[in-house]
Nanobody, 122 residues
């Protein structure tokens, strides 16, 4: 069993930056693919970024490529999402997720955090 707890969300002006963290419990963290998803009001949950268990491979949605960076520290059981050049359309609840395979589909992720709100004002 893996529990995920996100932190770092908040209110920021357009063009600003935030760094989300996701702390995981459990001894299998280093063997899990980690992903970030987001869900805006009235919209479906969408893929943001994913990182392989080793950290050697990263994947991004086109909408965040070049602005967001996913990373992980397996010694700290933590995955991060550095978000730069934020836009109002980035406003959403951001979720951390863990699963066995690298995929953009939320259905393949087994464990989910409770989410953290990110609000970008114009």
């Amino acid at each position: 069993q893996v529990q995920l707890v996100e932190s770092g969300g908040g209110l920021v002006q357009a063009g600003g930056s935030l760094r989300l963290s996701c702390a995981a419990s459990g001894r299998t963290f280093s063997r899990l693919v980690m992903g970030w998803f987001r869900q805006a009001p009235g919209k479906e949950r969408e893929f943001v970024a994913a990182i392989s268990w080793s950290g050697g491979n990263t994947y991004y949605a086109d909408s965040v490529k070049g602005r967001f960076t996913i990373s992980r520290d397996n010694a700290k059981n933590t995955v991060y999402l550095q978000m730069n050049s934020l836009k109002p359309e980035d406003t959403a609840v951001y979720y951390c997720a863990a699963g066995p395979v690298t995929t953009m589909s939320p259905n393949e992720y087994v464990y989910w955090g409770q989410g953290t709100q990110v609000t970008v004002s114009s």
